[in-house]
Nanobody, 124 residues
Framework: QVQLVESGGGLVQTGGSLRLDCAAS????????MAWFRQAPGKEREFVTL???????LYADSVKGRFTISRDNAKNTVYLEMNGLKPEDTAVYYC??????????????????WGQGTQVTVSS
């Protein structure tokens, strides 16, 4: 089992940048597929990005070219670098780990472990 803790959220103006951290304990992150999701008020949780164990990545079209996921296995931490932020990026951001077979990479049901979330607010 792994415990995930996100940090780094906050309030930023349109066009600004933030970096979110997802620190893990209990198991090595290197053994997991790691993903970021987000959930805006009144909306369903949506896929943002993921990184597979070999370091390859996948991004939602809405963040492609602006967001970057990376992992530091030595620090057992996954990062989400967010640039060019827009008001529509406002949401609670969650990291997730450990793919569940039978569900798509972009499905929230496809992950066993979740952090508590961190709020990102982008002002216009």
């Amino acid at each position: 089992q792994v415990q995930l803790v996100e940090s780094g959220g906050g309030l930023v103006q349109t066009g600004g940048s933030l970096r979110l951290d997802c620190a893990a304990s209990g198991r090595a992150l290197s053994t997991y597929v790691m993903a970021w999701f987000r959930q805006a008020p009144g909306k369903e949780r949506e896929f943002v990005t993921l990184t597979w164990r070999d370091g390859s990545t996948l991004y939602a079209d809405s963040v492609k070219g602006r967001f970057t996921i990376s992992r530091d296995n030595a620090k057992n931490t996954v990062y989400l670098e967010m640039n060019g932020l827009k008001p529509e990026d406002t949401a609670v951001y969650y990291c997730a780990a450990d793919r569940v077979a039978g569900f798509a990479d972009y499905s929230p049901r496809g992950y066993n472990y979740w952090g508590q979330g961190t709020q990102v607010t982008v002002s216009s």
